[in-house]
């Protein structure tokens, strides 16, 4: 089947380490995302990569970095310098960034990362 | 820049009734679109329904319908005959059809739908 797989569902972080999470999409598609989710809140653009090498900041980008080895593959890294890390993230995918009706994302299932 | 925003924090609505979700957004642009989420407690988001801004016609999927007022900037998400399944929190986005960085999604806050049996 085809879709977003990320994990793990569940993360713990200490104070000043770096974590990874990963994001990985078998649709065969361009642009992926990351996003960021607190409580009560909507979505909240991290980083977006609209092919492989390539990646941009979205509107909270400071504590966070990304890589865009293969296609498949948007792993984020929560750096120790978010200092608010604890949310829920989810990762998406869309065919393309060209702004066209079939550019839809869609969505993994996310993961919890909780700050000890 | 846009803004998208939902007035009602949580609903509730009757099993088989109707209920109509609400959602306003701020732009300056003709040519975008519009969605609606789903997110159930298990916290992965589902696109319930898509509206082009360039089409009149309202979309629709099954049970799922938009009343989209572009004047207004208006975009309501209608359920009909309401589903124990339907409880979740629903988040209304707007997407440019500009492509690039102003492709990007732009959520509201979400709707927290209760279906009462």
């Known amino acids: 089947d085809g879709g977003i797989t990320q994990s793990p569902k569940y993360l713990f972080r200490k104070e000043g380490q770096n974590v990874t999470l990963s994001c990985e999409q078998n649709?065969?598609?361009?642009?992926m995302y990351w996003y960021r989710q607190d409580p009560g809140q909507g979505l909240r653009l991290i980083y977006y990569?609209?092919?492989?090498?390539?990646?941009q900041k979205g509107d909270i980008a400071e504590g966070y970095s990304v890589s865009r080895e293969k296609k498949e593959s948007f792993p984020l890294t929560v750096t120790s310098a978010q200092k608010n890390p604890t949310a829920f993230y989810l990762c998406?995918?869309?065919?393309?960034?060209?702004?066209?009706?079939?550019?839809?994302?869609?969505f993994g299932p996310g993961t919890r990362l909780l700050v000890l | 820049a846009q803004t998208v925003t939902q007035s009602q924090p949580e609903m509730s609505v009757q099993e088989a009734e109707t209920v109509t979700l609400s959602c306003t957004y701020d732009?300056?642009?003709?040519?975008?679109?519009l969605f609606w989420y789903k997110q159930p407690p298990s916290r992965q988001m589902i696109l319930v329904i898509r509206q082009e801004a360039y089409k009149q016609q309202n979309a629709t999927e099954n049970r799922f319908s938009v009343n989209f007022q572009k004047a207004a900037k208006s975009f309501s998400l209608k359920i009909s005959d309401s589903q124990l399944g339907d409880a979740a929190m629903y988040f209304c986005a707007y997407r440019s059809a500009s492509g690039g960085s102003q492709g990007n999604l732009i959520f509201g806050k979400g709707t927290k739908l209760s279906v009462k049996p």
């Open positions: 998406a995918s869309s065919i393309g960034l060209a702004g066209g009706p079939w550019e839809t994302q869609y």
């Open positions: 732009t300056s642009e003709s040519d975008y679109y």
């Open positions: 990569s609209q092919i492989v090498n390539d990646f």
């Open positions: 649709l065969n598609h361009d642009a």
